[in-house]
């Protein structure tokens, strides 16, 4: 299965700046995914990024909050923009699976505070 | 739709207890059924997974049978450990389609 590296980690941000997250992963990838935890509550997927097209976001997300690149086919970044307290979250991507009875693999998190 | 249901937590059980978490899905098409675990501070990892009625997926000691007729995908463990601390998440797919996330299970192991 596909090994994806996401950084950073962790951050501490300041209220009204913006945070990208990057995911690079080991191997050619058609569909990327970006998903929320919030504190204590289930994943949530943000948006769908697939290589040279633009991001499908699902309901209650939007681009100009949540901009999603896909430069290539390796490779995806998150940004969160004008943040707030409430985009405190841990912040994952995951990749399609090889195949339809694989597990899909998801990158360690980045989790981020703003205060 | 598709859609995971899964038991609320926490379930606190003492070393060597059996475990049960219960996770019911309603699902169009042919769906795949996982268990992640989300260790403390970390990412997601798959635990297991079946992909179609009666398979058995297991791993570390766990295992989850696919009940299409109860439309379940129990996750049991016949000795928790300490390290086995974590939240545990059901989920669902159907074909290269998103992943649907229960609302997750946090297992407590005392020793």
């Known amino acids: 299965s596909a090994v994806i590296s996401q950084k950073p980690s962790r951050d501490i941000c300041q209220r009204g700046t913006s945070l990208t997250i990057q995911c690079q992963v080991d191997?050619?990838?058609?569909?990327m995914f970006w998903y929320r935890q919030q504190p204590g509550q289930s994943l949530t997927l943000i948006a769908t990024?697939?290589?040279?097209?633009?991001?499908?976001?699902e309901s209650g997300f939007v681009i100009d909050k949540f901009p999603i690149s896909r430069p290539n086919l390796t490779f995806s970044t998150l940004t969160v923009s004008n943040m707030s307290p409430e985009d405190s979250s841990i912040y994952l991507c995951?990749?399609?699976?090889?195949?339809?009875?694989?597990?899909?693999?998801f990158g360690s998190g980045t989790r981020l505070t703003v205060v | 739709g598709n859609s995971v249901t899964q038991m609320e937590g926490p379930v606190t059980l003492s070393e060597e207890a059996f475990l049960t978490i219960n996770c019911t899905y309603t699902?169009?098409?042919?769906?795949?059924l996982f268990w992640y675990v989300q260790y403390p501070g970390e990412g997601l990892q798959l635990l297991l997974k079946?992909?179609?009625?009666?398979d058995k997926g297991s791993n570390k000691g766990f295992e989850a049978t696919y009940r299409k007729e109860t439309t379940s995908f129990h996750l049991e463990k016949g000795s928790v450990q300490v390290s086995d601390s974590a939240v545990y998440f059901c989920?669902?797919?159907?074909?290269?389609?998103?992943?649907?996330f229960g609302t997750g299970t946090r297992l407590l192991v005392s020793p």
């Open positions: 191997s050619q990838v058609t569909m």
């Open positions: 995951s990749v399609e699976p090889p195949t339809q009875s694989d597990g899909y693999t």
């Open positions: 989920a669902t797919n159907t074909g290269f389609q998103k992943l649907v």
């Open positions: 079946a992909t179609k009625a009666d």
């Open positions: 990024a697939n290589q040279g097209s633009e991001a499908t976001y």
């Open positions: 699902a169009t098409g042919y769906p795949s």
